[in-house]
Structures are given as structure tokens and as C-alpha cells.
């Protein structure tokens, strides 16, 4: 499924004193299935990006397409198809919840799209397991969680239903070594065996530059740059944009400043295996 942004624009408090740019003439265009990372310091206008594919907000100019989906400020006929197909895990993940349990929380979605109703007892068991949670979570109330678990709870609502695109909102705050580890994994099953198209907007350069297939760089609003995820090697670009250059990139370049001649990796493992062979 395609999304393109065709000089899109979003502002609040429009022609008032307290109006303020979200967004600033973005353009770009995503044919999945595969891993696309926005990047960008806080206040970038990365999160917009997701709320205008979901078309939780229109538009103050050009317009947005999702498929056969036109978000340009008109009436949008058969939204729901649209948000059938765009999972969404917000930044905060208790926005989301308003059931008192967690298996209710799940199969809300299912309900409301009326999507396999016959299974909708498995597939809620199924879904928290992709998250690396069991059944023991089923009758928590969503609100009592740990930050941490409440994500990956968020994450199975909007996986249980199959969407075909799937949007993460700064996912990986707040997880562990381990939980990036196994959302790493996570994703790239369902990018590979499942063809979706996943969608992260972040600040971590370090999980990005692992995943991504493909990196777009936002900065104060506007799209900064674009290019594959070996942009993130460019140390001054992400100084000027206010990213953190990911640990790994940082280690090898100082290593090739001593005279050493270590190619890019993206994995510690690999990287280990490069030092102890180009180095020793």
C-alpha cells in the first residue's frame, strides 16, 4: 500500500495570535512492504506525520494518501477501512486505553472492525504472545501496568486486527536492552513473513539505524533529508539536526580515526566479529 505526502502542511490555532506550524510543506512518498524510520528531535513534526496517515488531524495544506485514501480536509467515505489498515501505537500508551482489562482492551478492535469474531479468544491470547506477554495479563486492568508492559499491550490492539501498515510512535522509550532486542525480531517478522509496512517515529538513532530500511530526517517541522539508513553514518548532519549519532557509528569512527580501517556495522555481534578480524 502506498502513502504519499504531496506539500503537506498542518497548523494549529490557525490565523490566531497563538497559531503554530506542526508540519511545513512535506513531501515524500512510502511503497511498502518495509521499515521506515522518521527521525527527529522533539517538536520535528514527526508525529504528525502519523496522526495525518491515520487521519486523526486534516491537513492545513496538500493532501495525504493512504492507499486509495485521500486525507485533504474533505470528507473521508469509509474511514474506518482506513484505520482498519493503519495500526496505531501512540507515544503515551494509557491514552489508548479505556477497558478495565487487558483482554477486553485487545478485542475491542476486532469487535469494532468485526474482524474474525469466531477467534476472537485466540487471536487475543495470540497477539499478546507476539509481544512476549501471556495469558496472565488477560484480566490486568491496562492502566495498573508498568510503562513498559502497557506498550507492548498497545502493541498487540493494533496488531491482533492485521493491519497492513503499522505506525509506532517513539515505541522504544522506556524499553529495556532486551525489549528492543525482541521488538527488533518482532518487526522483522512481520516486515518479511507478513509484508507489512511499519512506520517508526523516533528519536533512537541507535534502534533506527539497526531496522530501517529507509530513513527520513526531520527537523523544526520540515523534512530535513532522506536517503537509506546510511545516512545515519553522516556525524555533522545529525549534530546540525539534534540526533544522537548511534553508539556503534560513534565507536567505529573513532576507531578509523586511530588508523584503523573497520567497515559500518549495524550490529554489535557483527561489529565485534569486524574489529576481531580487521583489527587483531
Known sequence: MEIKFDHVSFAVNEFTPLEKTILNDVSFSIKGPGIFAFLGASNSGKTAIGDLINALIIPTKGSVKVGRFVNNGKR????NKLRF??????????????????KKEIEFGMKYFKYKLEKIDMRASEALKLVNLDDSYLDMNPQDLSFCDAKKV?????????????ILDEFTAGLSSNDKTELLRLLRILKTKYKKTIILLSKDTAFC???????????????????EKDILNNVDTLNELDLEVPPIVAFINECNKNGHEIYNYTSTHDLIKGVYRDVF
Open 76 to 79: 473521508i467515505k469509509n474511514i
Open 154 to 166: 498497545a502493541l498487540a490492539c493494533a496488531l491482533v486486527y492485521n493491519p497492513s501498515i503499522l
Open 209 to 227: 539505524y539497526q531496522i530501517a530500511d529507509y530513513v527520513y530526517l526531520m527537523h523544526m517541522t520540515k523534512l530535513a533529508c532522506e536517503g
Open 85 to 102: 489498515d493503519t495500526g496505531y501505537v501512540y507515544k503515551n500508551p494509557y491514552d489508548m486505553f479505556f477497558n478495565n482489562t487487558v
